[in-house]
């Protein structure tokens, strides 16, 4: 069966530090990627998608990057964090893009301070 | 563009009893999927149950059900014999055949569930 991974599970940065989350998945080959964050008290939007190793596409422009140098793997990053990057990030994986079921990670919750 | 609400922010229902969780969408595609998921207080995002457009039949999953009105573009989910571990987040959700799978989400509703 596949699982999907996230770490770390809390981080506390400051503003202005650097930012690498990681998510990984097991249990399947080629899957879509997905990252997205949830703001307090809201559903979640999309941040980016990965449909194969090293293609990325950005639905909203921010000071965030992604990057999926393996199959499996999707890393969320960010040179200089700001305070408005807070939030609960949640990586997603599903067997194809588009009119597929996506199955969640565990999350991270990130606060910048 | 597509959206989605969810008219209620809390619900509340008695143990063993039955609750329904509403949900409207706009869109212009014809060809969606719809979603319940579910977060718990560890706000790990659980699929609760899918429906797939195209299908008339309402999906279901155990005490899970929806009641899916194409027309009227609603999309609600009752849960029968709610149970104290029913106590959650939910959110409708939707995704189009022409995006890359970009879920849409509500802003949820609150379910507690009371013994």
């Known amino acids: 069966s596949q699982t999907i991974h996230q770490w770390p599970a809390t981080l506390v940065q400051p503003v202005g530090s650097p930012l690498s989350l990681e998510c990984t998945v097991e249990g399947t080959s080629n899957p879509n990627l997905y990252w997205y964050r949830q703001a307090a008290g809201r559903g979640l939007q999309l941040l980016f998608y990965?449909?194969?190793?090293?293609?990325i596409s950005s639905e909203v422009p921010q000071n965030l990057s992604a990057s999926r140098p393996q199959d499996r793997q999707f890393i969320l990053s960010s040179k200089k964090l700001l305070l408005s990057d807070s939030g609960f990030y949640l990586c997603?994986?599903?067997?194809?893009?588009?009119?597929?079921?996506?199955?969640f990670g565990p999350g991270t919750r990130l606060t910048v301070l | 563009a597509q959206t989605v609400t969810q008219s209620q922010p809390e619900m509340s229902v008695q143990e063993a009893e039955t609750v329904t969780l509403s949900c409207t969408y706009d869109?212009?595609?014809?060809?969606?999927?719809l979603f319940w998921y579910k977060q718990p207080p560890s706000r790990q995002m659980i699929l609760v149950i899918r429906q797939e457009a195209y299908k008339q039949q309402n999906a279901t999953e155990n005490r899970f059900s929806v009641n899916f009105q194409k027309a009227a573009k609603s999309f609600s989910l009752k849960i029968s014999d709610s149970q104290l571990g029913d106590a959650a987040m939910y959110f409708c959700?939707?995704?189009?055949?022409?995006?890359?799978?970009?879920?849409?989400f509500g802003k949820g509703t609150k379910l507690s569930v009371k013994p």
């Open positions: 869109t212009s595609e014809s060809d969606y999927y």
């Open positions: 959700a939707y995704v189009g055949g022409g995006s890359q799978g970009n879920l849409i």
């Open positions: 997603a994986w599903s067997l194809r893009g588009g009119l597929d079921t996506q199955y």
């Open positions: 990965s449909v194969g190793i090293g293609q």
